[in-house]
């Protein structure tokens, strides 16, 4: 029986069982990059004290892309002295067996085509920017051109640090993500990315925005809640021996109803204005490229040029699981 309009909804929003397994059970590989700047290092030291600390199978590489012509740098800003600083930051952490320290020359090569092309090596499933280099910030309502290139091309979630001392860091405390999300693939991949990099009792705010005066469910927003409520009893269900690692977390579904004259974009920032929110979690597909359209959608770049918090670029491979997996292998 052909399925009907709603259940073909559904299955549009759904990954296969497999692939959802996958993503949350295959070690992390991360790639670190770092110039000096102060949210590259916050990113550096979010990998070393958080993520290395999540699993003993994580594998980092911190990568610095270097140009011997700019011999007018701060001296912390210069390759050795970096290069010093990361490798007590790393030894301190962890194994040498478990990272990596790439010092690469630019060579006239742009750096975010240098920085795809050591997310295709490693090969990492996350990289980690600074949202402004050492220039600091020219327009904060603009992805800088590394940044762009690494969302149109990298092939891989990507996270990007706005906070500029790693005080700001959830090392500590929990941290709460707010992941925004529709009844799509890449938004699931935004909420499995977003369970993937939890702790033990962090937040996990999962967050749909209803049209203003929108009072009473709908066929798609009942499809979602269902969703989601079908995922949050999987990590509860001990037979579920994959999703239920990941119990303990605080998770929630949070239907927002936008305000007046404000976009879903502002309805997300401001609720994760609210619950002070450590990372946004948005999702997007990685064939958008090919397919001749922005890296990533309006509403998900609207998002992260509007918060002021770190975010998280979730970046679905729409492939079968077979292929999934040897993606990133």
């Not at 290139?149 to 707010?178: A, M, Q």
């Not at 977003?194 to 962090?202: I, K, N, T």
Request: glycine share 6%; aromatic share 8%; proline share 5%.
């Amino acid at each position: 029986m052909p399925e009907t309009p709603r259940e073909q909804r559904e299955s549009q929003g759904w990954i296969d069982v497999p692939i959802c397994e996958e993503i949350l059970s295959r070690p992390l590989r991360v790639l670190c990059c770092v110039d000096g700047s102060g949210p590259s290092m916050v990113g550096l030291n979010f990998v070393t004290d958080s993520l290395m600390q999540l699993q003993r199978d994580t594998f980092i590489q911190v990568l610095h892309i270097y140009d011997d012509s700019k011999d007018y740098l701060p001296p912390s800003y210069r390759k050795d002295a970096l290069k010093v600083y990361v490798d007590a930051k790393l030894t301190s952490s962890a194994s040498t067996q478990r990272y990596r320290i790439s010092w690469v020359a630019k060579d006239g090569v742009p750096t975010g085509e240098r920085i795809c092309g050591a997310i295709r090596d490693l090969p990492a499933n996350y990289v980690c920017l600074g949202f402004v280099g050492r220039k600091g910030k020219k327009d904060a309502h603009m992805l800088s051109s590394n940044t762009l290139e690494v969302l149109c091309h990298g092939r891989c979630s990507v996270i990007v640090f706005k906070d500029e001392t790693p005080e700001e860091l959830p090392i500590k405390r929990p941290t709460k993500f707010v992941v925004s999300v529709s009844l799509n693939q890449s938004s699931t991949k935004a909420f499995l990315d977003a369970l993937r990099l939890s702790r033990p009792d962090d937040e996990i705010h999962v967050v749909y925005i209803k049209s203003y005066m929108e009072r009473t469910d709908s066929d798609y927003t009942k499809a979602l809640r269902e969703k989601y409520s079908g995922f949050f009893g999987a990590l509860e269900d001990g037979a579920q021996q994959v999703f239920h690692k990941f119990h303990g977390r605080h998770i929630g579904f949070h239907m927002v109803e936008k305000q007046i004259r404000e976009s879903t974009a502002q309805a997300v920032v401001r609720y994760a204005d609210d619950v002070e929110a450590d990372f946004v979690v948005v999702g997007t597909n990685a064939l958008r490229v090919e397919r001749g359209k922005k890296p990533i959608g309006s509403v998900s770049l609207q998002v992260i040029m509007l918060t002021d918090r770190n975010f998280i670029v979730a970046n679905w491979v729409n492939v079968n699981p077979e292929l999934y997996g040897k993606h990133y292998t």
